[in-house]
């Protein structure tokens, strides 16, 4: 399918047609934004379900991971600033325990519905050598 919206968006993918005969989103698609976001990606029913890579254009952030019900749900959250947050999502927001990384130092986090719980050092040193005798 190939949809053009009164917004200015776009859908190019795979679609199905469900009772009423209308005609919804479902398989592999990809969705523009008029301001230049976009998503690539797996649809059901009309939303975002499974793997995808959602590019925000506003921003410069990019997230690549499983969409549920049309939300991030698990996966990589890429800054513009370099920074990254790897781990789950609740409503689209950060949730539960991850990892993140600022600039070359990495963290064990968890976080709460977006909030910052805890905020540790990850243990970064290589095995340590046998001393010889």
């Known amino acids: 399918g190939h949809d053009h919206y009164a917004n200015g968006d ?3 993918g795979e ?8 005609v919804v989103k479902h398989g592999l698609g990809v969705y523009r934004f008029s ?4 998503y690539e990606g797996e649809w059901c029913d009309g939303v975002m379900q ?3 890579r959602f590019v925000e254009a506003d921003v410069g952030d990019v997230f690549e991971g499983h969409w549920r019900a049309g939300k991030r749900f698990f ?3 890429c800054f513009a600033n ?3 947050y790897e781990g789950g999502f609740v409503d689209n927001l950060k949730h539960g ?11 064990e986090v968890e976080f709460h519905r977006d909030e910052l719980v805890s905020k540790v050092p990850f243990a970064t040193q290589g095995p340590r050598k046998k001393s010889r005798r």
Do not use: L, N
């Open 50 to 52: 499974g793997w995808g």
């Open 82 to 84: 370099g920074d990254i």
């Open 35 to 38: 301001r230049g976001s976009c």
């Open 97 to 107: 325990r991850a990892v993140v990384w600022e600039g070359h130092e990495m963290y």
């Open 15 to 22: 679609v199905k047609v469900v009772r009423g005969g209308s």
């Open 75 to 77: 996966g990589r959250y």
């Open 10 to 12: 776009e859908y190019i």
